[in-house]
Nanobody, 125 residues
Framework: VQLQASGGGLVQAGGSLRLSCAAS????????MGWFRQGPGKAREFVAG????????AYAEFVKGRFTIAREEAKNTVYLQMNSLKPEDTAVYYC???????????????????WGQGTQVTVSS
């Protein structure tokens, strides 16, 4: 079971990036998928999570209105669209998957049991 995150890069403040996380080895269509990030010298923090239906979504306060999480079942992929990026969004972004199916509350790090390798996002001022 692998999660492959991609889409990171260098962008100017105010710009946009779309991260992708493709799952292989098994399907996560019935489980929570989430995005987390770890900035320089900081602890890993929750960014966004989406439940198995795609309709129950949780966001960290600091990304509400700027980031959008979505899942595409046919591709076993979850996306994170990031708009209006700020220098403080600079971090390594990780996708994660829950192994318990049909959970609806996807905001707690402890539920995630599979993690991708991370993709670097750097926002310049």
């Amino acid at each position: 079971v692998q999660l492959q995150a991609s889409g990171g890069g260098l962008v100017q403040a105010g710009g946009s990036l779309r991260l992708s996380c493709a799952a292989s080895g098994r399907s996560f269509t019935s489980a929570c998928m989430g995005w987390f990030r770890q900035g320089p010298g900081k602890a890993r923090e929750f960014v966004a999570g989406v439940n198995w239906t795609g309709r129950k979504i949780a966001y960290a306060e600091f990304v509400k209105g700027r980031f959008t999480i979505a899942r595409e079942e046919a591709k076993n992929t979850v996306y994170l669209q990031m708009n209006s990026l700020k220098p403080e969004d600079t971090a390594v972004y990780y996708c994660a998957a829950d192994l318990t199916i049909y959970r609806n509350d996807c905001q707690y790090p402890s539920i995630y049991e599979r993690w991708g390798q991370g993709t670097q996002v750097t926002v310049s001022s």
